[in-house]
């Protein structure tokens, strides 16, 4: 399909008048004296003065502590900069601070559970098990686990970690017993909280047994707190050091308030994991105040959250992205929870979930979008989405055909926002932007505050064309850290060894004539046919069209000194690939790129490799296709798909 020549959407007078963006906008312009005439004229301000545009978030969002008089110090050094180090706050206190009786959390299960907690509801709960939390000795500082699915006791349980000062580190519960131990067993949690099972795709599945198999490899966890999910009256006795959630809250009924430990700027709120697909995960340290003020940025500001608005996002406790989406409770805003299979009920089950209650803001991975496409679902027809302002993409790139599908069979008049970033900064570089018009196949804008810019190998920037997308200033939301890394070698090398100075993020982008971006995909995984570089989502794009294709998945294979591009396709039930598919592919690959995107190579397979949040994962491939070792194939949701791959016969000549 070729993107359209005008915007599929772009929002009223009356919406740019009444948005968040807008007043932030005006109130920066009354206080340095000067126009901004528009978002780009906006975003250069937010990046020349860094430190008063952060001041601006802090005070226009109200954010609840002590500021201090420094917005920050040692801008010149990235890694090395320091923002508000004078500050003091505690990050549930910021989350917590509305009244009123409204839903803080409303929670849908695959099998139809609900459960709705409202504000004060949530505010007794958060301060009984933070109060729990001191008496069993948990410290500011002290890592509290959660191994949970997306229940109201995870959101609970981080914002009881954050009051006292602790760090909250999760995962969810589908991860094998090793791939927990080699996250956990990093981190060395004192306690871990987790249920006794979760549900998915019409299963129950009991997970005590592989608790206490994590638990008796994790030797400083004091405390296994269990939450009942499957059963009322789980039976815990099998796991070691094990309470159950209300016994370990009953002493104290009293706490109806949280005591909230005001500590620094940068004290840590959150550890993170990389991936873990070519080695043991890295452990990604996040500090409060910067998740904070990062957060309340995109959820005001770009994303439009307004007090009473509902934000869902399909996520697991193994994704940044249900970090994200918790932080919305710090825009007054209700969380909508969901856990289970997301394709229950013929694929309609979120769009159940979103018409029930009223969503403004949904947020999918890329690939359930393309599955809804493929699948022809049409909620636009068959729900009421009226209430639905914004649809939210990410994980991988949304492709054009998804912009149009969305506009289409979805929400005609929702603003679709593609947006990227990772768990690396815990939030976007380019996301979506209420005062912009969507344009099909483009991400809206950069980030306030964020220098992000492409790049070539040199660090030269590129107006146009394809290279690297990086940040060439440190931004609050950065890692203060990995854990274990004493002298941040780890975390240098990660980011700042290919360019010094400046944050390489590893995508491959461009910018567009709109002012927008489009991801081509990983530049770890980007292919180098002829020292051409080519995007892998370039050819996803393409060869996911065709109807009997679900998905693909492109490595570079070394061959006779040079790099031929192997394309695997994973196609729809009943479907073959013959000679004439393989042709098909290969024309519509050619016609819509260039000769050097067709794969030498087409390969059928019956399933495709991905991380736990939904991200294939080229680089395993292409280690499993050259004969090498895929270091941690326990990170994956599917690491038997690898065998698929292995000793293909097609690929040696």
């Known amino acids: 399909m070729t993107p359209t020549a005008q915007p599929l959407w772009q929002p009223s007078a009356a919406a740019i008048a009444a948005a968040n963006l807008t007043r932030l906008m005006q109130t920066c312009a009354e206080a340095v004296g000067k126009e901004f005439a528009d978002y780009p004229t906006f975003w250069q301000w937010s990046i020349t003065e860094p430190e008063s545009f952060w001041t601006a978030v802090w005070e226009d969002c109200g954010v609840i502590g002590e500021r201090g008089g420094r917005a920050a110090e040692h801008l010149d050094r990235m890694p090395g900069a320091r923002w508000f180090p004078d500050a003091r706050l505690n990050f549930a206190e910021n989350l917590l601070r ?131 999910f499957l059963n009322e009256q789980p039976d815990i006795q099998q796991i070691k050091h094990a309470v159950t959630l209300s016994g370990f809250t009953s002493s104290f009924t009293d706490s109806t308030v949280p005591q909230y430990e005001r500590l620094p700027f940068n004290h840590p709120l959150y550890i993170m994991y990389s991936s873990g697909t070519t080695g043991v995960p890295k452990c990604i340290v996040h500090g409060a105040g910067g998740t904070l003020l990062q957060h309340l940025k995109e959820h005001r500001y770009h994303c439009d959250i307004k007090p009473g608005d509902k934000v869902f996002y399909f996520t697991t406790l193994g994704w940044m992205m249900w970090n994200w989406l918790a932080s919305a409770l710090a825009s007054d805003a209700t969380l909508l929870l969901f856990d289970g299979s997301p394709f229950a009920r013929d694929g309609s089950i979120l769009f159940d979930f979103a018409a029930q209650e009223g969503c403004s803001h949904f947020g999918v991975g890329a690939k359930f979008v393309d599955s809804c496409l493929k699948a022809g679902l049409q909620p636009a027809t068959t729900h009421d989405l009226a209430a639905m302002r914004m649809i939210m993409s990410t994980g991988s790139p949304l492709s054009p055909d998804s912009f149009a599908y969305l506009y289409r069979d979805v929400q005609p008049n929702a603003q679709v926002a593609s947006i990227s970033g990772g768990t690396d900064i815990i939030s976007c570089f380019v996301l979506g932007n209420p005062l912009l018009p969507v344009w099909q196949g483009e991400i809206q804008c950069r980030g306030l505050g964020l220098a992000v810019d492409i790049v070539d190998c040199d660090g030269v920037s590129l107006s146009e064309g394809k290279g690297e997308l990086v940040c060439r200033q440190p931004f609050p939301s950065m890692p203060t850290g990995f854990w274990n890394d004493a002298d941040g070698a780890k975390y240098h090398a990660a980011y700042f060894d290919r360019i010094p100075g400046i944050w390489c993020h590893g995508d491959f982008a461009e910018f567009t004539e709109h002012g927008g971006i489009i991801i081509h995909g990983r530049s770890d995984a980007t292919l180098n046919p002829g020292g051409v570089r080519i995007g892998t989502a370039e050819i996803y794009r393409q060869v996911e069209k065709l109807d009997e294709v679900a998905e693909a998945l492109a490595i570079g294979q070394d061959w006779d000194n040079d790099v031929r591009v192997v394309l695997f396709v994973r196609l729809r039930e009943g479907c073959t690939l013959d000679e004439a598919l393989t042709d098909r592919i290969r024309k519509q690959i050619r016609a819509n790129t260039t000769p050097r995107h067709v794969p030498a190579r087409v390969l059928q397979v019956s399933d495709i490799p991905r991380t736990k949040s939904g991200k294939i994962v080229e680089m395993a491939v292409r280690d499993v296709v050259h004969g090498r070792a895929v270091k941690n194939a326990e990170a994956l949701a599917n690491p038997q798909a690898l065998d698929l791959f292995r000793n293909r016969p097609e690929l040696a000549s």
């Open 98 to 228: 509305a009244s009123g009786n409204e839903h803080a959390l409303i929670f849908y299960g695959e099998d139809g559970r609900q459960r709705r907690i409202s504000r004060p509801e949530l505010l007794t709960q958060v301060a009984r098990l933070a109060a729990a939390f001191k008496a069993a000795g948990i410290m500011p500082g002290d890592r509290v686990a959660g191994l949970l699915p997306n229940i109201a006791e995870g959101v609970i349980a981080m914002l009881a970690a954050a009051t006292v000062g602790a760090v909250f580190t999760s995962a969810s519960p589908d991860f094998g017993v090793q791939g927990v131990v080699d996250r956990f067993g990093q981190t060395t949690p004192k306690l871990l909280l987790t249920v006794d099972g979760y549900l998915y795709n019409g299963k129950r599945i009991d997970i005590r047994a592989k608790v206490a198999d994590i638990v008796a490899m994790l030797p400083t966890v004091e405390r296994v707190v269990v939450a009942p």
